[in-house]
């Protein structure tokens, strides 16, 4: 089992920024694809950006523009910079990190961070 330990989440207020970052222990596992997903209350889970291992970054529409995702794969971590932050950002964020053999579609590994809870006031 690897550990996604998540940082960074908070309160702030619209217009503001965070940056969230995600880290994955152990020796044994090195990130790959890595991504952020985000979950408000009653409200379904979805995708908020995807990085690859070389670089290539995938932004869900709403944020495009505002968030910024990247790596450090030396410290075998992942961030999320978040600018221009709206009340309807408001959620717990969630790191992804895909590791082992690809078949074109799916990585062999993949896992998931506790969480962290992002609150934008109005």
């Known amino acids: 089992q690897v550990q996604l330990v998540e940082s960074g989440g908070g309160l702030v207020q619209a217009g503001g920024s965070l940056r969230l970052s995600c880290v994955a222990s152990?020796?044994?596992?090195?990130?790959?694809?890595a991504g952020w997903y985000r979950q408000a209350p009653g409200k379904q889970r979805e995708f908020v950006a995807r990085?690859?291992?070389?670089?290539?970054?995938v932004y869900a529409d709403s944020v495009k523009g505002r968030f910024t995702i990247s790596r450090d794969n030396a410290k075998n971590t992942v961030y999320l910079q978040m600018n221009s932050l709206k009340p309807e950002d408001t959620a717990v964020y969630s790191c992804?990190?895909?590791?082992?053999?690809?078949?074109?579609?799916?990585?062999?590994?993949?896992?998931w961070g506790q969480g962290t809870q992002v609150t934008v006031s109005s």
């Open positions: 992804n990190a895909e590791g082992g053999n690809y078949n074109g579609l799916r990585y062999e590994f993949s896992y």
């Open positions: 990085i690859t291992t070389g670089g290539t970054t």
């Open positions: 152990g020796s044994i596992f090195r990130m790959k694809r």
